[in-house]
């Protein structure tokens, strides 16, 4: 699975970094930054419940 | 993995709420056919880009997509675009729509809302409101040919519409019958700062009246207000808030009254359910049934009724959220804040434009809210769980 994010339709809520820490931060501006774009399989789960979650639809799956 | 015969789910409503619910069967392990039958042309789309970066001109209406045609036929969900539910039959397990009769097992209401018309304004061509993309992209095309507009309503749509308005070098005038700007969940504790900031873009501004009278003439569109002055414009945008769309819902026997009244799991009736801004969900915690209208209690009731229907279990209730973005400036919102007790600054600080504010009743943390400081908002979530 590749993860793509959209930092222009980002708007800084975090539900990703609160679901998947280890897949999602945020910088200064609170832009959502990947720490990994091919999470392992043990956290694909993670990724799609942040993408789920993402209230600005931020976060996109490539499976 | 399906039979034709089966009815399967039904999701009425094509959009934020019903999507998830899909989703959230799917993911659940939910194998029979789900079919979603929507009102709109579109597959859903985001509407909250639609005030801000389609009004803007930064994106395109087609950027607002939630997802790609084949991502749905992966999770072999069924869209019946441009079809409208009429009725429902709860004890036959029917839908009506304008073009035939559904069967249902399991029904998800997700018929969102729908934009508060100003009374005699309805016909008017120079009157706009925006709630989907056809309004987004009609009003984006009028901006580029007016110079004055007249917003009424000073609520949280209304006021991204206003910031928007000054990317086209446009003279605005707001009007609201309440005395100041409201965003929604914060006691009030922004109005003042809302106001500061169309003070400085030049907006004019008419609060506490009441409109009476609305003419549209063939260069423009005069208000008469209450306080005995008048206010005219190019075109006017009407953001006076939503209702729920329930009038499909008038002989279900469901209590329909400012929504579709669910229980905490989102169940309105055996094999009836309701997500989104077209739902009242009772809350267990503060025993009220309220109604929502943001993206976040869309997915998290769309996510809790598909979780649901799969396992029968319960989903915790989470805390209203919402955003905004006014001239730039980056607002979050998680709970509500309590009107009439002062604002704790938790982060940054108010002067210097960048903060994160509490209400703190009885050691209570009843909302935070941050003003361009996303990071630090996030890392203050947490003062909401203790
Ligand atoms: C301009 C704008 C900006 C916004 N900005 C933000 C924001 O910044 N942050 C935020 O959290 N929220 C924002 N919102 C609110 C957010 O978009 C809504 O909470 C969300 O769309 C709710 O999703 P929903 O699926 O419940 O309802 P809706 O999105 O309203 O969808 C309901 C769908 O059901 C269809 N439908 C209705 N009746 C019928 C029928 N009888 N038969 C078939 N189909 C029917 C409708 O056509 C519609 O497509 C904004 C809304 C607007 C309009
Ligand atoms: S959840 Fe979405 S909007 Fe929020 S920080 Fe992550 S990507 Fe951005």
Redesign the interface.
């Known amino acids: 699975m590749k993860i793509r994010v959209d930092r ?2 980002c ?5 990703c ?2 679901v998947a820490g280890s897949i999602f931060d ?6 959502v930054v990947l720490l990994t774009d091919t999470p392992s399989d043990e956290y694909v789960a993670f990724a ?1 419940k942040a993408a ?2 993402c ?3 931020a976060i ?1 799956l490539e ?1 | 993995m399906m039979s034709v015969e089966e009815p399967g789910l039904v999701i009425v409503g094509a959009s934020l709420a019903g999507l ?1 619910c899909a ?2 069967l799917r ?1 659940e392990g939910y194998t029979k056919k789900i079919t979603l039958v929507g009102a709109e042309k579109h597959l859903p789309y ?1 509407r ?2 639609l005030s801000k ?1 389609v009004l803007s001109g ?2 395109q209406g087609s950027q607002t997509a ?2 790609s045609s084949e991502k749905f036929a ?1 999770l072999a969900l069924e869209f019946s675009l441009g079809e409208i539910a009429i009725g429902l039959d709860v004890s036959s397990r029917e839908v009506k729509t304008d073009t035939r009769t559904l069967p249902f097992e399991d029904l998800i209401i997700a018929t969102g809302a729908s934009v508060r018309r100003l009374a005699s304004t309805e016909n008017m061509s120079r009157v706009h409101v925006l709630r989907t993309l056809d309004d987004a992209l009609g009003l984006r095309d009028a901006l580029t040919e007016v110079k004055s507009v007249v917003v009424v309503g000073a609520g949280v749509l209304g006021s991204e519409v206003i910031s928007a308005l000054s990317d086209f070098g446009t003279k605005a005038t707001v009007i609201d019958r309440m005395p100041a700007p409201q965003l929604p969940l914060t006691g009030g504790h922004f109005a003042s700062r809302i106001d500061d900031l169309f003070l400085e873009h030049d907006v004019r501004t008419k609060y506490g009246v009441e409109i009476n009278s609305v003419t549209e003439q063939e260069s423009g569109i005069t208000f008469e207000l209450s306080d005995g002055s008048s206010v005219t414009g190019d075109i006017a945008v009407v953001a006076i808030g939503c209702i729920p769309n329930v009038d499909w819902l008038a002989n279900s026997g469901l209590d329909i009254t400012n929504g579709v009244l669910c229980d905490s799991n989102g169940v309105a009736a055996a094999h009836v359910y309701a997500a989104g801004d077209v739902a009242r969900w009772h809350n267990p915690v503060t025993d009220k049934a309220i109604r929502l209208e ?3 209690s869309a ?2 009731q769309g ?1 809790a009724v598909g979780k649901f229907i799969v396992t029968r279990e319960s989903s915790p209730t989470t805390h209203p ?1 919402f ?1 905004s ?1 006014i001239y730039g400036n ?1 607002i ?1 919102m998680l709970g509500s804040l309590q009107a009439g007790i002062p604002l704790t600054i938790v982060h940054g600080s108010p002067s210097d434009n960048r903060f994160v504010a509490a209400t703190i009743s009885n050691g209570i943390t009843t909302g935070i809210v941050g003003w361009n ?3 630090e ?2 890392q203050s ?1 947490s003062m909401m769980e203790a």
């Open positions: 222009e339709a708007i800084g809520a975090g539900q970094a609160l945020q910088d200064d501006d609170g832009l799609r789920t979650l209230p600005a639809k996109a499976e | 998830t989703q959230s993911a985001n909250p880009p970066q930064k994106w939630i997802d992966e943001n993206q976040t997915i998290e996510l959220f955003w973005e980056k979050l400081m996303p990071r908002f996030r979530r």
